[in-house]
């Protein structure tokens, strides 16, 4: 996992939180909190650390992840705009994560591991979303679709017809979305 992960995830905690609460949870988690934004770190840490944020704020995993995928989406987006601004509406960001994003992770790290992303346009409002990682980090996938649909000024249903966690072989969401009007 990469260290801009990591840090993510420290800023919006103690953003949130405070810092107390982040040295904290890094006491329970057993980790140093050192990390480097282009270096690659154990999954373990991340799991660990999600795991002991979970028990710090009394909240469940998919909650955290989630909230942490819809923050990790302003994060990286103020990191590299391009993504989103290239694309003109929600539906066309979410085909680009395969074919333009993760292309581009994998030419700065051929090593990243990134998801395995492919979309189903049902409609112009509606598409379903196949999410398939070793990681199996959908609920952070969930939070960064929110973090996405609230960029493009459009209210986001999730709806998750199935899931790793539940013995698939991948997870599927099925997007269902309408205008807000308040694009970011």
């Not at 282009?38 to 795991?51: A, H, Q, S």
């Not at 051929?110 to 509606?126: F, G, N, R, Y």
Request: net charge negative; hydrophobic share 35%.
């Amino acid at each position: 996992m990469k260290g801009t992960i990591f840090i993510a995830l420290n800023q919006m905690i103690e953003e949130r939180h405070g810092l107390e609460l982040w040295l904290s949870i890094l006491d329970e988690a057993e980790s140093d909190g050192i990390f480097f934004g282009t270096k690659n770190y154990p999954d373990d840490n991340l799991f660990r650390i999600v795991e002991a944020t979970c028990h710090q704020l009394n909240v469940s995993p998919p909650e955290a992840l989630r909230a942490f995928g819809e923050y990790l989406f302003q994060f990286l987006h103020s990191a590299h705009p391009v993504f989103a601004t290239s694309q003109t509406d929600f539906y066309s960001f979410i085909q680009s994560i395969d074919g333009v994003i993760h292309v581009e992770v994998h030419k700065l790290d051929e090593e990243a591991q990134t998801p395995d992303i492919k979309v189903q346009q049902l409609s112009e409002h509606e598409a379903l979303l196949d999410y398939h990682s070793d990681r199996k980090l959908c609920f952070l996938a969930e939070g960064l679709l929110i973090g996405a649909s609230q960029h493009y000024g459009i209210q986001l249903s999730i709806e998750q017809t199935q899931c790793m966690h539940e013995g698939a072989k991948h997870c599927q969401l099925r997007l269902t979305s309408s205008p807000t009007n308040d694009r970011e």
